[in-house]
């Protein structure tokens, strides 16, 4: 079906959202790659970019079906659930993190999801969403 005869309701992705993919999945195969073909610790840490772009590739595709339409980051910055849970780990992790040297990386964090979920549920409820 070209992009011109679509059903009404559904829009094909964005060239950016299919450059975005098809990137991840590319980075994903060549660190990948590089994982199994290079030695000792090149070879672990190019397998553990794998695992990360692979992980952001399945989390990028569950955004883009979850949020089809243009403004996906203005419809994440306003859901208030995704800011509360963010705020919850953050906070989770600073606490974990007594003593240790990035615990204030993790109150930063949560510092700035506080202000995020602010922010969603301020937008929701002058929106009436």
Known sequence: ???GDEPPGQHSWSGRRKRLLVGLGVATLLTGAGGLTLPDELGVT????????????????VVFIAIP????????L?????????LVVAVLLALSNAGESLRWLWILTAVVAAGWTAFAVWENHRSGG
């Open 46 to 61: 190019s397998g553990l970019v794998a695992a990360l772009c692979a992980f952001l590739l399945v989390a990028a595709t």
């Open 1 to 3: 079906m070209s992009s």
């Open 69 to 76: 339409g243009p403004d996906t980051f203005g419809a994440l």
């Open 78 to 86: 306003r859901t208030a659930p995704l800011a509360g849970s963010v």
